[in-house]
């Protein structure tokens, strides 16, 4: 019986688990740039003396849904979409370099160059880019950045750093929503990465696909609370036949 239990209630954690993270892609389908977290699971088997028929279901790392979102035309000046399997590269809170897909540019009150959340953005040497106050600043297909002041010409204050992930080192999803390398080390800037102007690249959630896959999780794990029940019924019925027996 006690293998019905584990086994059960390894199947609805997993169930729960997926649900969870079904809901943060659902609830992130309109956020730009968002890549969709995936989850896979394993059949582990229980080691020790008597318990190798138990097979549990463990969680794997499947990392994200590589795959573009869909294409926003905005018109406005200071936004990007990255082309390919580029990615911007901002100062994440913590100082240290990391990547995002979300190319919604603003100008701070200081002249830095950040994203819509705050987020420092980097130039292809690795530092903040700051434009002259009051300036009207244009981002080219290449990711330079240029500045006009009033009564001043146009001036190139830097260029967007952008990266390309490759297989020796992909990149990772972070608690904070953006990403890194798993070797912790920045990747170089990519100089053949194109971005287009005046377009948001959209979440690639799929919003039907998700909600069915959440009514589907639902139904596993009303299937697996069930299993608990019967092994609970089973539980019962043997301790009254043991005491009949006594």
């Known amino acids: 019986m006690d293998r019905l239990i584990y086994t059960s209630m390894t199947g609805a954690s997993a169930a729960a688990n997926r649900q969870a993270i079904l809901a943060s892609n659902l609830a992130n389908v309109s956020t730009n ?24 279901a463990v969680e794997s790392t499947a ?22 399997k580029s990615w911007f590269a901002v100062q994440a809170l ?24 705050g987020l420092p953005v980097l130039s292809s040497g ?15 297909y290449d990711g330079t950045v240029s500045a006009k002041a009033i009564n001043q010409p146009i001036t190139v204050v830097g260029k967007l750093k952008q990266v390309t992930p490759n297989e020796e080192d ?3 999803r972070g608690d904070d929503g953006l990403f890194r390398t798993y070797s912790g080390n920045p990747l170089d800037n990519d100089e053949t990465a194109r971005l287009h102007v005046g377009v ?20 596993q794990f009303e299937a697996q609370t069930k ?3 019967s092994a609970e019924a089973n539980d019962r019925s043997a301790a009254q036949l043991l005491g009949l027996q006594g």
């Open 63 to 84: 990392g994200f849904l590589d795959k573009p979102g869909f294409a926003q035309q905005t018109g406005r000046a200071l936004d990007a979409m990255t082309t390919d």
């Open 227 to 229: 299993l608990l029940s």
């Open 126 to 140: 690795g530092a903040p880019i700051t434009v002259p106050q009051d300036s009207e600043v244009t981002i080219s």
């Open 200 to 219: 948001l690249e959209g979440s690639n959630v799929n919003a039907i696909e998700t909600m069915v896959g959440m009514i589907q999780t639902a139904r």
């Open 33 to 56: 740039g968002f890549r969709a977290q995936l989850e896979t699971y394993r059949a582990v088997p229980l080691n020790g003396e008597g318990a190798s028929t138990r097979v549990f």
């Open 170 to 172: 992909p990149l990772k």
């Open 94 to 117: 913590d100082g240290n370099e990391a990547y995002t897909r979300n190319g919604s540019f603003e100008v701070a009150a200081d002249g830095t160059l950040k994203t819509s959340n």
